[in-house]
T-cell receptor
Framework: SQKIEQNSEALNIQEGKTATLTCNYT??????LQWYRQDPGRGPVFLLL?????KEKRKERLKVTFDTTLKQSLFHITASQPADSATYLC????????????FGRGTSLIVHP | DGGITQSPKYLFRKEGQNVTLSCEQN?????MYWYRQDPGQGLRLIYY???????QKGDIAEGYSVSREKKESFPLTVTSAQKNPTAFYLC????????????FGSGTRLTVV
């Protein structure tokens, strides 16, 4: 079965810096990968989807890269703000006839003013 | 606006009592999911349903039951057989087609008293 690894340690950065979060996966080649944001006590919110034939995707201050050779996606937030503090999860689509997506545990980002 | 509504937001259960968590979506999504999230942990799949009147067990179905009598509704019952039900419960849905993102509800926090 596919697995996702996200850094379990919180990422602490200063306001204005670029935050970079990593998502590594194993066992198969997904057609796409998704990133979600989860605030405490709330459900995850979909942010971005990147397809296997896309190297990079941008949305405002967010940038996602997808390296299918390394089996890795990087999630960047430029000019970070305290309001960006949250947990960020990556997700893989179902595979092998399954209907079940795979979600990473998420990495907590803390942006200090 | 379309979305998923979970209710109640907070629920208290006495020992030996069954409780039902509501999940309603007006997105016309085919697939619906129930997840459990414990503090500092990832999402664990309880049950999922691809179509009306059909549902499948996830990784931690013991002590839980569901029904899918209508496309828009997927209630979760936490039975007395679930020995450690205190957790944050999330309902999600997806259109079911390739590249479809997952929409989550705002969650129900269940506490055993």
């Amino acid at each position: 079965s596919q697995k996702i690894e996200q850094n379990s340690e919180a990422l602490n950065i200063q306001e204005g810096k670029t935050a970079t979060l990593t998502c590594n996966y194993t066992n198969y080649s997904p057609a796409y990968l998704q990133w979600y944001r989860q605030d405490p006590g709330r459900g995850p919110v979909f942010l971005l989807l990147i397809r296997e034939n896309e190297k990079e995707k941008r949305k405002e201050r967010l940038k996602v890269t997808f390296d299918t050779t390394l089996k890795q996606s990087l999630f960047h937030i430029t000019a970070s703000q305290p309001a960006d503090s949250a947990t960020y999860l990556c997700a893989l689509p179902p595979s092998g006839g399954s209907y079940i997506p795979t979600f990473g545990r998420g990495t907590s980002l803390i942006v200090h003013p | 606006d379309g979305g998923i509504t979970q209710s109640p937001k907070y629920l208290f259960r006495k020992e030996g009592q069954n409780v039902t968590l509501s999940c309603e979506q007006n997105l016309n999504h085919d697939a619906m999911y129930w997840y459990r999230q414990d503090p500092g942990q990832g999402l664990r799949l309880i049950y999922y349903s691809q179509i009306v009147n059909d549902f499948q067990k996830g990784d931690i179905a013991e002590g839980y039951s569901v029904s899918r009598e209508k496309k828009e509704s997927f209630p979760l019952t936490v039975t007395s057989a679930q020995k450690n039900p205190t957790a944050f419960y999330l309902c999600a849905s997806t259109p079911g087609h390739l590249f479809g993102g997952y929409t989550f509800g705002s969650g129900t926090r269940l506490t055993v008293v």
